[in-house]
């Protein structure tokens, strides 16, 4: 299973970013997709993630700004960044919980997508 982020991006503050992660490989069904970032010497930190029930969870730093959605059929999460700030500058990397034909439930990371808020 391989997990491909796209959407990284330098930005000025106040504008916006779409991110993409499309999952694929041998994969049965995704549970949850989710968003974290990771920035220069912090730990890595939730940003948001998506059920597949549609049920959604923000890290308060994302409520009102960020907004995660899936499109199921095409294994693929988005997250639309709005109001971009400089400290929402990091790494964010893409993650998928996921029942693997011959593995069973496995979790995958992607390599992850540079946003940096500046101007």
């Known amino acids: 299973v391989q997990l491909v982020e796209s959407g990284g991006g330098l930005m000025q503050p106040g504008g916006s970013l779409r991110l993409s992660c499309a999952a694929s490989g041998r994969i049965i069904s995704i549970s949850t997709m989710g968003w974290y970032r990771q920035a220069p010497g912090k730990q890595r930190e939730l940003v948001a993630h998506?059920?597949?029930?549609?049920?959604?969870n923000y890290a308060d730093s994302a409520k009102g700004r960020f907004t995660i959605s899936r499109d199921s059929a095409k294994n693929t999460v988005y997250l639309q960044l709005n109001s971009l700030k400089p400290e929402d500058t990091a790494v964010y990397y893409c993650?998928?919980?996921?029942?693997?034909?011959?593995?069973?439930?496995?979790?995958?990371w992607g390599q992850g997508t540079q946003v940096t808020v500046s101007s």
């Open positions: 998506i059920s597949n029930g549609g049920s959604t």
């Open positions: 993650n998928a919980d996921l029942w693997e034909l011959g593995v069973g439930r496995a979790a995958y």
